[in-house]
T-cell receptor, first 114, second 113 residues
Framework: DVKVTQSSRYLVKRTGEKVFLECVQD?????MFWYRQDPGLGLRLIYF???????EKGDIPEGYSVSREKKERFSLILESASTNQTSMYLC?????????????FGDGTRLSIL | GQNIDQPTEMTATEGAIVQINCTYQ??????LFWYQQHAGEAPTFLSY????GLEEKGRFSSFLSRSKGYSYLLLKELQMKDSASYLC??????????????FGTGTRLTVIP
């Protein structure tokens, strides 16, 4: 079974802090994704990566950056946390595009910015 | 752009059948996924449709009509554990990346005894 592991289930940080969310997958997947999930808005794509050292902006990248130094690890960085970044953050991974290749999700990090 | 609509909430009785609809508008349709998400847990993959028709997987089936921009997820013999949110997601060639998904806001299904 695919395992996508996010480093923290719950995290509380203060406004202005630099926040790191870590994600590791164990299935040698090329593609990795970061989403945030908010009530009434669904999952929205923040950043994605199709290969090591590669990153692309998703639909809502403002205020975030990412790092992918190794294939199995994809980090999301909040450069200076703000209260509107309080949300559930979900990491996902998948094989390259092909018939029906689904994204596999981690359990999520519920981040609160005070 | 992409627009995906699904009902916000549904309630159904244990043992019954429920159909969750999803309509979408995309510029370059390239497949539709259904995910199940229990409260506080990760979304898990249920089904995939890229061609018109019905895909069946045990108690769950998913249907697609590309000409109508329409899909549904059919759950048979409902069990209490089926209480969850069901997410419709469309893969769009015109999005920020060819393998990227666009999600609806999800349908929260409550199964009652």
């Amino acid at each position: 079974d695919v395992k996508v592991t996010q480093s923290s289930r719950y995290l509380v940080k203060r406004t202005g802090e630099k926040v790191f969310l870590e994600c590791v997958q164990d299935m040698d997947h090329e593609n990795m994704f970061w989403y945030r999930q908010d009530p009434g808005l669904g999952l929205r794509l923040i950043y994605f990566s199709y290969d090591v050292k590669m990153k692309e902006k998703g639909d809502i990248p403002e205020g975030y950056s990412v790092s992918r130094e190794k294939k199995e690890r994809f980090s999301l960085i909040l450069e200076s946390a703000s209260t509107n970044q309080t949300s559930m953050y979900l990491c996902a991974s998948s094989l390259p595009q092909g018939y029906g290749q689904p994204q596999h999700f981690g359990d999520g990090t519920r981040l609160s910015i005070l | 752009g992409q627009n995906i609509d699904q009902p916000t909430e549904m309630t159904a009785t244990e043992g019954a059948i429920v159909q969750i609809n999803c309509t979408y508008q995309t510029s370059g349709f390239n497949g539709l996924f259904w995910y199940q998400q229990h409260a506080g847990e990760a979304p898990t993959f249920l089904s995939y449709n890229v061609l018109d028709g019905l895909e069946e997987k045990g108690r769950f089936s998913s249907f697609l009509s590309r000409s109508k921009g329409y899909s549904y997820l059919l759950l048979k013999e409902l069990q209490m554990k089926d209480s969850a949110s069901y997410l419709c997601a469309v893969r769009d060639r015109g999005g920020t990346g060819a393998n990227n998904l666009f999600f609806g806001t999800g349908t929260r299904l409550t199964v009652i005894p």
